[in-house]
């Protein structure tokens, strides 16, 4: 479990750091801060084992 944490942490990081270069770009904004937030939340969830009600999740 502390391995999943410990890459989702990392994939949490590594995604802050793509946002922060696109940060001067026109279309941040609209376009990439929306994205950005979207995944880094399904992270976060993720991370906490909260992905229920996510859309797309499915469960057998």
Known sequence: MT???QL????I???CDSAALLAD?????NVY????QQV???LQRLN?????DWPGVTHD
């Open 3 to 5: 391995n999943n944490y």
């Open 8 to 11: 989702i942490n990392k994939l």
């Open 13 to 15: 990081e590594t995604v």
């Open 25 to 29: 770009d026109p279309d941040y904004d």
């Open 33 to 36: 801060r929306p994205a950005f």
């Open 40 to 42: 880094i939340t399904l």
């Open 48 to 52: 906490d084992g909260d992905l229920n």
